[in-house]
């Protein structure tokens, strides 16, 4: 059984890691069509990923309800949402079925009611646009707070990094309003140049960064040093 668990999986992640890193190096059609073939089977995994994902959530939702744990009243929208725009978007569907068989549009009633019919869109576009997004936005713009009472925090000088830090950002800020550029032209050009030199020169060594822990990661996976997408353990 243990071969099943763990020795079958690290074969198929060496084969595959290796043949996807070398088929960049092969210029021929049937590289191409090696990668064709090998997005159609990433999107019929993801399909079932998602099968999984859907049922760890209602099972952990499920499981803060049953217990009635902390914020387990928050999980009940989490499956009244979901079984509303389940239930929009097989109506859309029905009614696309619907037309399709008698060969003409057929006007289906709407859950909501005939004032759906002033609005552009289905019921649950509607939704998705004026209560998922607006939540959204509603989170982030709460998040704006956050983000100024860690920038207070990080603007304190206490050291000589900080007060470069607290000097670049007060540049930058006036020079993002108008009266940076009344009070001296030098203020917008100094901020172009903190963006285009250190900002830019620190931001590429991030990327550079990022992009060399992700091909350690993806060699740890392909050589079998890293198991935890296994469940962890040897």
């Known amino acids: 059984m243990n071969i099943f668990r763990r020795?079958?999986?690290?074969?198929?992640?060496?084969?595959?890691?290796?043949?996807m890193i070398f088929r960049y190096y092969v210029p021929h059609q049937s590289a191409e069509d090696l990668l064709t073939k090998y997005g159609e089977w990433v999107r019929i995994i993801g399909g079932f990923s998602i099968v999984l994902g859907l049922y760890?959530?209602?099972?952990?939702?499920y499981t803060k309800i049953k217990r009635g744990m902390p914020g387990w009243g928050y999980s009940i929208f989490v499956f009244i949402g979901?079984?509303?725009?389940?239930?929009?978007?097989?109506i859309k569907e029905f009614e696309?079925?619907?037309?399709?068989?008698?060969?003409?549009?057929?006007?289906?009633?709407?859950?909501?009611?005939s004032w759906e019919k002033s609005l552009?869109?289905?019921?649950?576009?509607?939704?998705y646009q004026y209560i998922f997004n607006a939540c959204g936005a509603t989170m982030f713009s709460i998040l704006a707070f956050?983000?100024?009472s860690a920038a207070y925090r990080t603007f304190r000088i206490r050291s000589v990094e900080a007060t470069i830090l607290l000097l670049a950002a007060v540049i930058i800020m006036i020079a993002r309003v108008p009266?940076?550029?009344?009070?001296?032209?030098?203020?917008?050009?100094?901020?172009?140049?903190?963006?285009?030199?250190?900002?830019?020169?620190?931001?590429?060594?991030?990327?550079l960064g990022m992009c060399l822990g992700s091909i350690s990661t993806a060699l740890r996976i392909i050589f079998g040093i890293e198991r935890g997408y296994l469940g962890g353990g040897e």
């Open 96 to 113: 696309t079925f619907l037309s399709i068989i008698s060969g003409k549009l057929i006007d289906v009633t709407s859950p909501f009611g």
């Open 7 to 19: 020795t079958i999986p690290l074969i198929i992640a060496f084969c595959l890691g290796i043949v």
């Open 146 to 148: 956050y983000i100024a």
């Open 56 to 61: 760890s959530l209602f099972f952990t939702h």
């Open 82 to 90: 979901f079984a509303v725009m389940v239930f929009l978007g097989l």
């Open 120 to 127: 552009t869109g289905t019921s649950y576009d509607w939704i």
């Open 179 to 207: 009266i940076g550029g009344l009070i001296s032209h030098w203020i917008p050009d100094l901020a172009d140049w903190i963006m285009e030199v250190p900002n830019l020169a620190a931001k590429r060594g991030v990327l």
